[in-house]
């Protein structure tokens, strides 16, 4: 079921539970800004989640209304995430799904990471 990647934030979605320490994680790394974790169903030999500390939606959401210090602490995090999960010599796929026709499922921003392997087409073509 998608969300529409729009205000209200809903404070219980499953990654705010996460951020709350109500529901367990495999974390990969955190700092004030982000918390990376492994995704519950992989689609990549790497495949984490980065998100955000503070309430937003979506990625419009985010860019939208966080504090400039918030995102450039994010996308910071984002990258070194990324080399310490020693991805950067062959490469890696940031993805960020906003709203419906994206597929967004989580109603909290997020990026995934993924790595591991050759990772083909940027966006899979609808069968005809
Ligand atoms: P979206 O479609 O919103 O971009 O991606 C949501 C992602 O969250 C999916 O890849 C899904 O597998 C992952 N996910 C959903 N529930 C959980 C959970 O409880 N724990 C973790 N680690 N990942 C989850």
Redesign the pocket.
């Known amino acids: 079921m998608s969300v529409s990647g729009k205000p209200p934030y809903d404070p219980g979605n ?1 990654f705010a539970r ?1 951020l709350r320490g109500e ?1 367990p ?2 974390k990969v790394s955190e700092d004030e800004h982000a918390l990376a ?5 992989p689609q990549a030999p790497v495949h984490v ?1 980065v998100i955000p500390k503070g309430p937003y939606v979506s990625a419009a959401d985010f860019h939208a209304e966080a504090p400039a210090e918030a995102i450039t602490g994010f996308w910071r995090a984002v990258g070194r995430i990324a080399r310490e999960l020693g991805l950067e010599e062959h490469g890696y796929r940031l993805l960020s ?1 906003m709203g419906e026709y994206a ?4 109603g909290h921003f ?1 990026v ?1 990471l993924f790595g591991g392997r050759r990772l083909g087409r940027m966006v899979p073509q609808p069968r005809e």
């Open positions: 499953i996460i529901i994680c495999k974790f492994h995704d519950i169903a989640l799904n597929g967004q499922e989580v997020h995934h």
